[in-house]
């Protein structure tokens, strides 16, 4: 299948010709957001995009130029907002600090992870923003994750969908007085979501391991869990994912790897550059090249496919990465 993802200035002009034109925000504006009200006085000016999802929502809606800077790079950037993406300061590909977050002057600070912006937090806390005047956004799919002091990423007992996405959608097009945009990329991403429905039927034999990354290849792997973006991307392609864990990002070592025997393994590229085996490439010569791991059967079938990592985030580019495995898949000799 393939889809021609809509652009953002496809998304302005589409919202311009809406018949039923939707109301503009009326500010003062109250949300409710991870369990706190946030009222916005105004529509912001100076935002920052803390998080890939988080800048690439920012973007889609055409608000370039309302953005600060953004931080927290797993991967390029879309093609389709890479030059609205060139007139925004990128602050790290990493996780930034507060004071370079402060230094650009926001009036609003969106969030994708916890990890970004909450409690325990590698940033802040939602409170060191709030304190200075400054609201603050974090991501639906953020606020469903049960956190503990053994994992900063958090687990979730049910399967992830695209509701959270739409729900954060539509949030920040309101926050930004945007709702037409906002409703337009919602129904692109509906209409390629019942595409790959009905492309593929489920398949009781098919299931994927989703491969982030690994420190090295003698360190446990970096995983999709079994209820995160990638639950859902094997879902929506009528398999299972081979990892069951709740943990969003479990920690996997080869042996257990081995033993869930997926039908297809999934290896993401990640552009960051921590870790030799953020490539794709580097993770495929492992797989293929390991005197133990080069004998499971998706590895010997030739059964890999390639995904950008961005897509095991709950996050707009999940819809992309499973688009992505779909094409791959049609060239596999799958049971």
Not at 121 to 136: H, M, Q, W, Y
Request: aromatic share 8%; hydrophobic share 45%.
């Amino acid at each position: 299948m393939s889809h021609k993802p809509i652009t953002a200035i496809a998304i302005a002009a589409l919202a311009c010709l809406g018949s039923a034109a939707l109301a503009e925000t009326d500010y003062p504006l109250t949300i409710e957001n991870c369990g706190q009200s946030v009222t916005f006085e105004t529509a912001p000016r100076n935002a920052v995009a803390l998080g890939q999802n988080s800048a690439e929502i920012m973007l889609l809606l055409g608000l370039e130029d309302r953005m600060a800077a953004t931080a927290f790079w797993p991967s390029s950037v879309l093609p389709e907002v890479a030059e609205a993406n060139e007139e925004v300061e990128v602050l790290t590909v990493e996780f930034p600090t507060l004071e370079s977050v402060l230094s650009v002057q926001p009036d609003f600070v969106a969030a994708m992870l916890t990890t970004l912006l909450g409690p325990d937090s590698k940033v802040a806390k939602r409170s060191d923003f709030e304190d200075l005047g400054i609201p603050t956004y974090l991501a639906p799919s953020a606020c469903t994750t049960t956190l503990d002091a053994n994992d900063a990423y958090g687990s979730r007992d049910k399967l992830w969908t695209m509701d959270l996405l739409y729900k954060e959608i539509e949030d920040l097009a309101r926050i930004f007085d945007v709702a037409e945009r906002g409703e337009t990329l919602i129904a692109d991403f509906k209409s390629r979501e019942a595409a790959l429905r009905e492309q593929f039927t489920e398949n009781e034999n098919l299931s994927f391991l989703f491969w982030f990354s690994s420190p090295s290849p003698a360190d446990d792997a970096y995983l999709g869990g079994g209820n995160g973006p990638s639950g859902y991307i094997a879902d929506i392609l009528g398999g299972a994912n081979a990892i069951t864990t709740e943990a969003d990002w479990p920690a996997v070592g080869w042996e257990g790897i081995m033993a869930a025997d997926p039908t297809v393994f999934v290896v993401a590229q990640v552009d960051r550059n921590r870790w030799d085996l953020d490539t794709a490439e580097n993770k495929i010569e492992f797989l293929t090249s390991d005197p133990t791991v080069s004998q499971m059967e998706a590895v010997h079938e030739g059964r890999i496919v390639t995904m950008s990592g961005a897509a095991m985030n709950p996050s707009s580019r999940t819809l992309y990465g499973a688009e992505q495995v779909a094409e791959q898949l049609k060239e596999l000799d799958l049971p």
